[in-house]
């Protein structure tokens, strides 16, 4: 059984990467059988990688890898992958841009159920034919018709408001004076 | 090589780098050819697949050839070749899982019993190295195979000598085990 301590230092010391410590696991060698047999093998090891890749690699292997290289080089600016790469990359980035300028925009606001009537309505002259109702940030929206011809009967005004949060919906339930 | 034989290399090699930078394919041409064992020999060395390093290595060359401007006159380029030839081949073998050596060395061998065994101990290296952690590969690659020094091998590396010293002698240690068994079970 080899010795675990040191198996690092003769690993090392089999590459020829250890100076000062060299000397010392010599010592251990000459008196470890297990950790010789261990050092002689891990040498055989290293001779036979360098040995198997010490042979040379075909000159077309280089020739092929230039050609492509000078190829790819050559090659005019609109035939070239990343410039389609590049073309995709800012479609993409203006088609996110334009999608989040559009989510941010306010929502359309004041969405006025049929048949509901705001209490604005009593200010504005009968013969109005259209509604407005105050929305937050000024937005505003006509009513329909349905909505001011109805202003004579009472009834229950239901208001219903979306705002640019769609977590964020306002009720306005309002009962208008008028004719039973 | 006298001094006057020497400088007169050095110049070529600058007048080559000058010309590369300013776009001629021809003297970028001779760049690579200079380095071209380099990259192709530590690409082989990590894929284990000689159409891999071959790609590994174009994507290496178009780098340089981007970066030719970047690298400074007087820096000698191999440890930078070094370090982009192993993030690429990093890089290559997460795309593509490994493949089987494909070069056929051994033709030229003439005794088939040796040829066989020859296949047999390059087949057994591949997969000793094949199954190192990359960083691990990577440092025994370039201080064995390549012979760089454990500082150049750092360098390349992005990583502290220390830490190259441990990936060595652990990649040592495990390739030596794999062979053991390997052959044991074999012989």
């Known amino acids: 059984m080899r010795c675990a301590e040191w198996e690092e230092r003769i690993a090392l010391w089999a590459g020829g990467d250890l100076a000062e410590e060299a000397a010392e696991v010599e010592r251990h060698l000459r008196v470890c059988p297990a950790c010789g047999v261990f050092a002689e093998e891990l040498r055989e090891s290293l001779e036979m990688m360098r040995g198997a890749h010490a042979a040379e690699i075909p000159a077309a292997a280089y020739t092929v890898v230039r050609a492509c290289v000078l190829e790819r080089l050559a090659r005019p600016w609109w035939k070239r992958a990343w410039v389609y790469a590049a073309a995709v990359i800012i479609l993409i980035i203006a088609a996110g841009i334009g999608l989040t300028r559009r989510s941010t925009r306010p929502a359309p606001m004041a969405a006025v159920h049929a048949n509901v009537r705001s209490p604005v309505s009593a200010e504005v002259p009968p013969d109005y034919r259209s509604l407005t109702v105050a929305a937050p940030k000024s937005v505003q929206r006509r009513v329909p018709k349905q909505a001011y011809r109805s202003h004579r009967k009472k009834e229950t005004v239901l208001v219903k408001i979306e705002t640019g949060n769609p977590d964020v919906v306002i009720y306005w339930i309002v009962e208008t004076k008028g004719e039973e | ?187």
């Open chain 2, 1 to 187: 090589m006298s001094t006057l034989a020497f400088t007169a290399m050095a110049t070529d090699r600058d007048l080559a780098w000058e010309s590369a930078k300013r776009g001629d394919l021809a003297a970028f041409e001779a760049v690579m050819r200079r380095h071209e064992r380099l990259v192709l020999a530590t690409a082989l060395r990590l894929t284990g697949n000689l159409a891999d390093a071959q790609d590994a290595s174009q994507e290496v060359f178009l780098r340089l050839y981007r970066n030719l401007s970047r690298l400074k006159e007087s820096e000698e380029p191999a440890p930078w070749l070094y370090r982009v030839t192993v993030n690429v081949c990093h890089d290559l073998r997460r795309k593509r899982p490994a493949e089987g050596e494909k070069i056929d060395r051994a033709a030229d061998e003439a005794d088939p019993q040796q040829r066989a065994m020859e296949e047999e101990r390059r087949r057994a290296l591949e997969l000793s190295l094949r199954m190192l952690p990359e960083k691990e590969r990577a440092a025994l690659v370039l201080r064995d195979l390549e012979g760089l020094a454990t500082d150049e091998v750092a360098r390349a590396l992005g990583s502290s000598e220390a830490t190259v010293r441990s990936q060595i002698s652990k990649a040592r240690v495990k390739v030596r085990d794999f062979l053991e068994r390997y052959f044991r079970r074999r012989g």
